[in-house]
């Protein structure tokens, strides 16, 4: 179950990252909320696609092999770190409460989940 879990998760992450390469402008106009954040930078969004790529792929990576749980949670930190800076644009008023609900789900759910996957099972790994 975990492994098709980080599978799913993995590939739509991976997608995700790979679309903000090759169509960045698209990607910036289609994905709610981020026109809102502020003016479209091409590289700026290719840049944060690497990250979201390789976080994808250490899920695929970990659903095939556990002993990746430390790369798996590698991409976690990236996907949590980036949750934070949502809460953080909330806090300082940059944000709006009912956005960060919105993000629930692209947002602050594939952190969750990617730790619960991530998470060793054996301290011996």
Sequence with gaps: MRSTIATILGVLLA????????APAPWYALTPGVVATGPFNPHFVRD????????GA???WLAMDPR????????????SLHAMVHVW???????TLGRLIGDLPGV??????AIWLAWPRNSKE
């Design 108 to 113: 602050f759910a594939p952190p969750a989940l």
């Design 15 to 22: 997608a995700n990252g790979v679309l903000m390469l090759v």
């Design 58 to 60: 250490s899920l695929v």
């Design 68 to 79: 990746a749980w430390r790369a798996a949670m590698t991409g976690a930190a990236f996907l």
């Design 48 to 55: 944060i696609g690497c990250a979201y790529f390789v976080a």
């Design 89 to 95: 644009d909330a806090a300082s008023g940059r944000e």
